[in-house]
């Protein structure tokens, strides 16, 4: 007798996790923030966090998830004299239906929230049998340790697809926060000029001291180098549909193809030709998110 075989098609699949890990932090806490190529969320267990991701600034509070696509800037601080206990998973996954998780924010319930205390509790038993060091060492010496905890991570995603209804987003409001989103949008309509500190400051109608106070605010890049920063990730969106590199540097207002290399180098740790052959392709082919864009 014959059987019918169904084939399984992975709607979300995790192919490698960076990081699993929970902590409590001070009162003081503040995180500078990071750029990378991978998801990343953020659970606070207990108190109450500030986010800024890209040009918005958030309040998350205890119960309250928080994802953050490939190539998100973000930067987090303990908020409203909490001490935050938090949970951070970032991974590389493939699936489209991960783009539902876009910019989600939302507090968990009910069967979602069984599931995310499986994944939590998971590592935290790893994370205990190192408590003076980098626990995540470890992981390599441990295929079915990651294996299962890759697919407690799954499983916790593929739970909350379709079934979280948004939390109405907290963003933080006063005349700081407005100047610091008026600048990154600034930086953002402006990817293909050469823009100046000045010239940013000057749009904002605030002086050029005042603008780098703001923005070291809610950013751990300076100014000019927030903007550099958005050139590379574009530059790297255009690498991904086969844009020579001269007509990149060229579209980015870069002086020449040389400097524009050079640039990306110092940015990524690669140079356009090998970011491309190394990252983007071997991606395309495996169906995967990128993740090798260096932290900062």
């Known amino acids: 007798m014959l059987f019918p075989e169904y084939d399984i098609k992975h709607i979300i699949k995790v192919n490698t996790m960076v990081t699993a890990f929970q902590k409590k932090y001070s009162?003081?806490?503040?995180?500078?923030?990071?750029?990378?190529?991978?998801?990343e969320f953020m659970y606070v267990i207990d108190g109450t966090i500030g986010v800024t991701i890209n040009d918005n600034v958030y309040e998350v509070s205890k119960g309250e998830i928080i994802f953050l696509k490939p190539r998100q800037f973000h930067k987090t601080w303990s908020l409203r004299g909490s001490s935050p206990h938090i949970y951070i998973s970032a991974f590389s996954v493939s699936?489209?239906?991960?783009?539902e998780l876009e910019d989600a924010h939302f507090t968990v319930t009910g069967d979602a929230y069984s599931k995310l205390n499986n994944v939590i509790d998971f590592f935290y038993e790893k994370q205990k049998q190192y408590p003076d060091e980098d626990f995540l060492t470890s992981w390599n010496l441990d295929e079915k340790f990651l294996q299962i905890g890759a697919n407690y991570t799954e499983i916790f995603l593929l739970s909350i697809l379709g079934n979280f209804v948004p939390t109405p987003q907290k963003t933080i409001e006063n005349s700081e926060v407005e100047i610091y989103k008026r600048a990154v949008t600034?930086?953002?309509?402006?990817?293909?000029?050469?823009?100046?500190?000045?010239?940013?400051?000057?749009?904002?109608?605030?002086?050029?001291s005042n603008l780098k106070r703001i923005f070291s605010k809610f950013s751990s890049y300076g100014v000019h180098s927030y903007f550099i920063n958005m050139k590379i990730i574009k530059a790297i969106e255009m690498l991904s549909e086969d844009i020579s590199i001269a007509e990149i540097s060229d579209t980015l207002g870069f002086n020449n193809p040389n400097y524009f290399a050079v640039v990306f180098k110092r940015e990524t740790g690669y140079s356009p030709?090998?970011?491309?052959?190394?990252?983007?392709?071997?991606?395309?082919?495996?169906?995967?998110?990128?993740?090798?864009?260096?932290?900062?």
């Open 273 to 296: 030709l090998n970011y491309k052959k190394k990252i983007i392709y071997k991606n395309k082919v495996l169906n995967i998110m990128p993740g090798a864009l260096k932290n900062k």
């Open 186 to 208: 600034i930086m953002t309509n402006s990817l293909t000029k050469h823009l100046t500190i000045k010239d940013i400051a000057s749009e904002c109608t605030i002086s050029v």
């Open 27 to 39: 009162k003081s806490y503040f995180y500078g923030g990071e750029i990378h190529d991978f998801w």
């Open 95 to 99: 699936g489209e239906k991960m783009k």
